[in-house]
């Protein structure tokens, strides 16, 4: 099939996920373009775009805020459209690119959306009520499919009214097995050899929640001295979180967390609300115990063999810091890696998404 990828961040899981679906599917012989923005472009996205055998490779400029140049980005991406086409499929990521898609002008092409956490899943208040309206509104009218990356946001989006019909299930995937040398991820982590080391990946942003995160380290540290929080990301709150967390805490800024995760004893994830989060398989393919708030995913993970302690999403640090001291005094018990999908398989079953709503296109449904 001829398929156009279109993705606004650029980086983070969302990124990771184009290159790896893109790359799967490129190598069952389709034939795929993309169209990012560079605007919060990460390096390693790029690098990774670089080295994949796309058909076309376009720098679209979109922001994340709604304006008056989502107008212009909507003209620039129907001159693409035209140019590069026609394609039988269009798979817009995250909101802004996922409402550039289903807007744009490609006569005959299934119009694909996957959001990596749907907006109706943060906060509630006006934002969320508005974000709702207009994402039902444009699943009715202009929309083929809807890909959720997990159960839990599957069901918030039966709840916010999306069609039943157009809504499909498919969890990310891992394309290789994360590294499991533990002795080389503790040397470029640079921690003490008996730290007990408390792993956090993410953006240091709201929906993360860091400085739960940073609360949580130090409180426990307070019980252990041996232990150690580990950030992995960057983001407008990491003054904030070096601050809270203290001594207690060292922030790595962007990193390979490939490269680095093997050397954690815990994993723990503080979000507000993920959808299927990628650092979070990582860690249950390592095996590593993890201590979590209730978010998308962690159902699934658990049922494959993944050790999660799960907390409310509103629990307090207080509560954080428990379970990671219960946590760590436990014995450590390996996940089985191979219960897990692969980026293959992610790619197979969206790829089955892509065939169906094409063919409704066509049959005019």
Known sequence: MRILQVIEPSGGGSGRHVVDLSAALIDTGHSVALAYSPLRAEPRFEAEVAALRFTAVERLAMRRAIGPWDISALKALN????????????HGHSAKAGALVRLAHAPGAAKIYTPHALPMMGDAGLARVAAGVAECALSHAATDAVVAASAEEAAVARRWGLPKERLHVVPNGLAAPPR???????RTLGAPDDALIVGFVGRLCRQKDPLRFARAVRLARQS?????GVMIGQGD???????EGGAALRLLGQADTREMMAGFD????TSRYEADAYALIEAAALGLPIVATEVGGTGRLMAAGARIDRLPVDAPAKDLAQAMLAALARPPRLCAAAT???????????????????QRRRLGG
Do not use: C, H, K, W
Request: aromatic share 8%; glycine share 4%; no cysteine.
């Open 79 to 90: 001159r693409l459209i035209a140019r590069l086409g026609p394609f039988e499929i269009l």
């Open 180 to 186: 499991r040398d533990r002795a080389a991820a503790r």
């Open 224 to 228: 252990n001295p041996r232990l150690l």
């Open 237 to 243: 709150l990491a003054a904030a979180v070096a601050s």
């Open 266 to 269: 815990l994993f723990a994830l």
């Open 340 to 358: 897990l999908p692969s980026a293959a398989q992610m790619a197979g079953q969206t790829a089955d998404v892509y065939r169906r709503a094409f």
